[in-house]
């Protein structure tokens, strides 16, 4: 069988490496993209972060970046870059002048469901949606963006059929 290599992934969420274990020269204390620091074990239970999968004698090709992963597969928390998108997200949410507060409400508690795949998470998309067509252009482009970078790909292809 094979066995999981540690990644490195600054605090907002850019993969710094999936292979901090093999080879290490590819660390950074600190991120080249946004400057933040680095981060190797989730910071609630010390878990190292799983990284590339190694199985002894295989080779794997791919084309595709590595992604951070939402949660902790160890304690289940959320990592400190879902948590920072999620914080950003309800900050945009109050400054949406087009909704009452009680859709501001409602935003906010559906995007905690957007960022996993839960049976409440239908049910904030469709609440989502609703919002989103208060809203205006620039708003709704904001939001969009930070969507993309924080929901479940079911999320987001129910959203905006990306």
Not at 5 to 10: E, F, L, S, T, V
Not at 16 to 29: D, H, K, L, S, Y
Not at 94 to 114: G, H
Not at 134 to 162: M, N, Q, W
Request: proline share 4%; hydrophobic share 35%.
């Amino acid at each position: 069988m094979g066995q999981y290599d540690i990644a490195q992934i600054c605090l907002n969420g850019h993969v710094i490496t999936n292979r901090a274990q093999r080879a290490p020269e590819f660390t950074q204390i600190f991120c080249d993209e946004c400057g933040e620091s680095t981060i190797t074990k989730c910071e609630k239970c010390k878990t190292p972060i799983r990284g590339h999968y190694h199985v002894e004698g295989v080779i794997a090709i791919s084309g595709r970046a590595p992604t951070a992963p939402s949660f902790c597969h160890e304690c289940g928390n959320a990592y400190p870059w879902i948590e920072r998108k999620l914080e950003a997200a309800w900050e945009l949410a109050e400054e949406l002048e087009e909704l009452s507060d009680e859709e501001k409400e409602k935003l906010k508690q559906s995007l905690n469901e957007l960022v996993r795949d839960t049976p409440k998470t239908e049910v904030a998309v469709t609440r989502v949606k609703k919002i989103l067509s208060k809203v205006g252009k620039e708003s709704f482009a904001t939001l969009k963006s930070i969507l993309l970078d924080l929901a479940t790909e079911a999320v987001k292809k129910s959203l905006f059929g990306v």
